[in-house]
């Protein structure tokens, strides 16, 4: 009992002066700094500490009570040989307006590092609290000087940013790379605050040739693998691959660096590119897996540009594939691509829906199981077949609870019911995925939430909600000019109704789809004239501004979508974006 009594009583006491410490802090962020200098004062008559001699130092010359101050530092000079209290010292003398005394004790200190190098941080830790910058960098390369084995370029690198000189700070930091290659991955962070996607921006220029000067006179993976990221940066995908070639045949490791780059040129829509690398992966890679996600990509490629006249040749491709590497779980994502493109390409569900049946036969595991009963469904939603969609979409909930694809499937099955005209049912499921893991899941399902909530109220049979889920659906089911049909009935019979600028924009991505771009920007542009205040009116600012960008080649005209976005949609989820985009196009430095 005694000894509870001593360990309550002692965590009393360190809960109070916790707090007694709090309290001086706030008093001396709010400016009250008598309150503040009586606390800390008190603080250090109980327990002695340098952390509260220098609060009583800085509140004292906060308060111009400079001779005050100087009797503390030179009192705490007695107690203790520590060469930082120079450089108190100094800048108290340097607030009293006396620079001469000032710089006596700066030099002072910075004679300290010549004999003893390890004094270096501290000291010029100190000089750095003070904002005195040049003398800190004077004490770190004076550190560095008298001991090599001390490294402070990262710390260097630091000031030089904070200076405004890039190339210095590039330059530190790479050195400091060359002695720990493991930071390269903390560079990239400080470096892309640095560079942009402009490759004629200053600081993109002297990062490129400071890396290349590295790699000419030591040629090591960490130089190569920064060139690379710099030109990923830059979009010069062609040049990274050159980089990423290079780092390979000098390693001959993993292909997971190239087969990185290849999937974000994939991202990028760099179709060249990226058949070049995947071709790559499949001369140099005797890894199954590897060779067959580089295969799937290639026909993914191919398949988004291939007209109808070319289905029988891609089919043959598949069938080519499967006769080398056979019908087995390890070319499960193989057979559920090729269950994708019979179905929503050469439009053969049936033939689709058969051969995934097939793949479920294989010895699978839970989650492969999944990913074929998913896109079954989407095989059975595209025949109409929505009852049986949703039995396995359903199973997919049951079998892996709370998992991602659990909530895909649980957004599938709303979708669904949406389809089918049941939006109630709909509604009730996607107000459980507001709160999805996924992000993605979760924005998607708030959308189709509001569209519904939004119109299934407006008339009682629910007849423009209706036509735009079967328009939504054609779109599904690639039925694109079936959709576009329909959307402009809806347009004409509902005009007015709070659906129409949901329609105007569907009709505007499915323009966009069939390369119809005019008409996508007439509906883009219709959409911001007339509902600038409706929720959808950020979509068509960013997208018409994509279009104006990557499509019209006219950069002056996406500038001022994406300004519009900046200044009257802060709250939009392209609001980030729309300002890189904005600031590229301006031609800043940095992102």
């Not at 009583?9 to 001396?28: H, K, P, R, V």
């Not at 109980?46 to 100087?70: F, G, H, M, V």
């Not at 279009?547 to 300004?563: F, I, R, T, V």
Request: hydrophobic fraction near 35%.
């Amino acid at each position: 009992m005694r000894h509870l009594v001593i360990i309550i009583t002692l965590f009393s006491c360190g809960l109070i002066f916790s707090q007694s410490e709090q309290l001086a802090e706030d008093y001396f962020n709010r400016g009250e700094f008598e309150k503040a200098l009586l606390s800390y004062q008190k603080l250090n008559e109980k327990k002695k500490s340098s952390k509260y001699i220098y609060k009583i130092i800085e509140t004292l010359q906060q308060l111009e009570r400079y001779d005050e101050a100087q009797d503390v530092i030179t009192q705490r000079m007695k107690e203790i040989n520590y060469p930082g209290l120079l450089v108190e010292l100094g800048y108290n003398y340097q607030l009293k307006g006396n620079m001469d005394e000032a710089q006596k004790y700066y030099q002072e200190a910075i004679l300290k590092v010549e004999e003893k190098p390890s004094y270096t941080y501290g000291i010029a830790k100190k000089f750095e609290d003070h904002s005195l910058l040049e003398q800190a960098l004077e004490a770190y390369k004076k550190g560095m000087e008298v001991n090599p084995e001390l490294n402070f370029n990262m710390q260097m690198a630091r000031i030089y940013g904070e200076q405004g000189n890039i190339e210095l700070l590039f330059s530190n930091y790479l050195d400091y790379i060359e002695a720990k290659p493991t930071f390269q991955s903390n560079a990239k962070r400080v470096f892309s605050d640095f560079v942009s996607e402009n490759k004629e921006n200053e600081n993109n220029l002297i990062l490129r040739t400071l890396l290349l000067k590295k790699l000419q006179s030591n040629p090591e993976p960490y130089w190569y693998d920064l060139l690379s990221w710099l030109y990923i940066q830059q979009k010069e995908y062609n040049k990274a691959f050159t980089q990423e070639k290079a780092l390979y045949r000098r390693t001959r490791e993993s292909l997971s660096r190239i087969l990185d780059l290849a999937l974000t040129t994939v991202n990028e829509n760099e179709k060249e590119i990226s058949n070049s690398i995947f071709e790559f992966v499949l001369d140099n890679s005797q890894d199954i897996d590897t060779r067959l996600t580089a295969h799937q990509y290639m026909l993914d490629i191919e398949i988004a540009d291939a007209d109808t006249s070319q289905f029988d040749a891609i089919d043959k491709q598949f069938q080519a594939l499967f006769d080398r590497y056979g019908l087995y779980e390890q070319t499960i994502a193989l057979q559920i691509a090729y269950g994708n493109f019979l179905a929503f390409h050469k439009h053969q569900p049936k033939l689709g829906s058969e051969f995934l049946k097939k793949s479920l036969d294989l010895p699978l595991s839970t989650f492969q199981e999944a990913t074929v009963k998913l896109k079954l469904g989407d095989i059975l939603v595209f025949q109409e077949r929505f009852n049986e969609a949703l039995i396995y979409y359903t199973q997919i909930q049951a079998n892996l609870k709370n998992s991602t694809i659990s909530q895909e499937a649980r957004f599938k099955v709303a979708k669904t019911s949406y389809y089918k005209g049941d939006f109630e049912w709909a509604e009730s499921q996607l107000k459980i995925l507001k709160s999805s893991t996924s992000q993605l899941i979760a924005n998607d399902a708030l959308e189709l939430k509001l569209l519904i909530s939004d119109n299934k109220d407006e008339d009682s049979l629910q007849t423009a909600l209706k036509l735009y889920s079967k328009a939504d659906l054609m779109a599904f089911q690639n039925k694109n000019n079936e959709a576009i049909a329909l959307i402009d009935k809806i347009l004409t019979e509902h005009k007015g109704e709070t659906i129409e600028d949901q329609a105007l924009f569907l009709q505007a991505k499915l323009f966009e789809k069939t390369k119809q771009i005019d008409k996508a920007v007439a509906s883009y542009q219709y959409i911001i004239d007339n509902y600038r205040d409706e929720i959808l009116a950020d979509d068509a600012l960013y997208y018409l501004a994509e279009l104006y960008q990557n499509e019209l080649g006219l950069p002056e005209k996406a500038k001022e979508l994406y300004d519009n976005i900046i200044f009257n949609h802060q709250d939009s989820i392209y609001f980030i974006e729309a300002r890189k985009r904005f600031r590229m196009l301006r031609g800043d430095a940095i992102n």
